[in-house]
């Protein structure tokens, strides 16, 4: 069992400004996809000049922000809403959901890809294997803030909480309000395979000539099932709960199950294409 440190998510403030952990850490995510963009842009053949991911970094950006805005509120937080639609630009109260950035991102993909003239997969398989570092800068960010907590463990590397880190009333959890069972701490977990693991393979995936469409199935599948198998032992938010009266099926689950199957799909179906047909 581990204590959890005490971490101020305050990383400095210049006089009435804080700046937070969790913020810098979406421009550390911004930074990774500008700097392995640039990267990838050099291998030949490639569909973007080096001085082109400026702008892909650009529209990403938005793409993740906007739509994780507008994914954590549709998703996560509609009765809040519905009850103050004014609560969708409260973006101080926190709130973002990769699901949304995810679905964000494509469509600012689709904008930039016509303006860049290829097409939307060979322009998906670019980005795919940029992602995943930025995914980990983000649970990294989810650590520091202290949410998104698992279910109690007995893993050595379960992690002790205080009441005021695990608020009680804020999760639902299957053991009991215990806030302070050693937890499994699901943000590292996500972190590790959605991030640092699946970025590995991604790049080592795309590091030869494939279908096109290929690359982009493998990203849909295995954060599919990465996130899948976390969200097994991670806790929903109270105001959500359990899924159809099971102590299992979360909200995450019921949006990454799709990824997978999609992914399958796309994998399967790139294999049709023709050799040439490829991207680097």
């Not at 030949?44 to 000049?49: F, K, L, W």
């Not at 929903?236 to 009266?245: F, Q, S, T, V, W």
Request: proline letters at 7%.
């Amino acid at each position: 069992m581990i204590a959890y440190p005490e971490i101020d998510p305050v990383a400095f403030a210049l006089g009435p400004v804080k700046i937070y952990w969790y913020g810098l850490m979406y421009l550390v995510a911004f930074a990774s996809v500008f700097w392995l963009g640039k990267r990838r842009a050099r291998i030949e053949p490639s569909i973007i000049r080096p001085d082109q991911i400026d702008d892909l970094t650009f529209y990403g950006a938005l793409g993740a922000i906007i739509g994780g805005r507008i994914g954590s509120v549709l998703f996560y937080n509609f009765d809040s809403f519905i009850d103050n639609p004014i609560y969708l630009f409260k973006i101080w109260q926190g709130g973002m959901a990769f699901h949304g950035g995810f679905l964000g991102v494509l469509v600012a993909m689709e904008l930039y890809r016509r303006k860049l003239g290829c097409s939307f997969f060979q322009l998906t398989d670019f980005i795919a294997p940029l992602v995943p570092l930025g995914l980990a800068a983000g649970r990294l960010g989810n650590f520091i803030n202290a949410e998104l907590w698992g279910a109690p463990g007995k893993v050595p590397w379960a992690m002790k909480l205080s009441c005021e880190q695990f608020p009680p009333e804020r999760y639902i959890d299957f053991a009991g309000p215990l806030c302070f069972s050693p937890r499994h701490p699901t943000q590292l977990y996500e972190m590790l395979f959605e991030g640092l693991i699946l970025f590995a393979v991604l790049w080592i995936i795309s590091a030869k000539p494939r279908p096109v469409m290929s690359v982009s199935g493998y990203f849909l599948l295995l954060y599919g099932i990465a996130r899948t198998g976390v969200e097994f032992i991670r806790l929903p938010d109270a105001h959500i709960g359990y899924l159809m009266n099971t102590d299992w099926l979360t909200r995450g689950i019921v949006l990454s199950v799709p990824m997978i199957i999609v992914g399958f799909a796309f994998i399967i179906y790139s294999r049709r294409e023709k050799p040439n047909a490829t991207v680097s």
